[in-house]
């Protein structure tokens, strides 16, 4: 019932921009934390950059300056604006929404979407 729709992966030039979205359905999405993580081959998942239901935002050290995430919670969707995009950045790309609530903790996951830097 709870479901989220990764797009906008693809393939890009070294230097060129991506953006990422995130659109979730059968939740209220506004109360949620969005994350993006990443993860790839023979690599282990690592966490890019966050979003707070607050509105605060965190990212990783290899994608500060060069990534930046976001919201619209009147379109239930979550964003990940990618610049500079380098080899590196190469990767299959999850969202993630997190709640915590007296009871119980929610925590859904995107399909993934690859990301692939190249010339």
């Known amino acids: 019932q709870v479901q989220l729709v990764e797009s906008g992966g693809g393939l890009v030039q070294p230097g060129g921009s991506l953006r990422l979205s995130c659109t979730a359905s059968?939740?209220?999405?506004?109360?949620?934390?969005m994350g993006w993580y990443r993860q790839a081959p023979g690599k282990q998942r690592e966490l890019a950059a966050i979003i707070t239901s607050g509105g605060r935002t965190m990212y990783a050290d290899s994608v500060t300056g060069r990534f930046t995430i976001s919201r619209d919670n009147a379109k239930n969707t979550g964003y990940l604006q990618m610049n500079s995009l380098k080899s590196e950045d190469t990767a299959v790309y999850y969202c993630?929404?997190?709640?915590?609530?007296?009871?119980?903790?929610?925590?859904?996951w995107g399909q993934g979407t690859q990301v692939t830097v190249a010339s």
């Open positions: 059968g939740i209220i999405f506004s109360m949620y934390s």
């Open positions: 993630n929404l997190v709640r915590v609530d007296p009871l119980v903790r929610h925590n859904y």
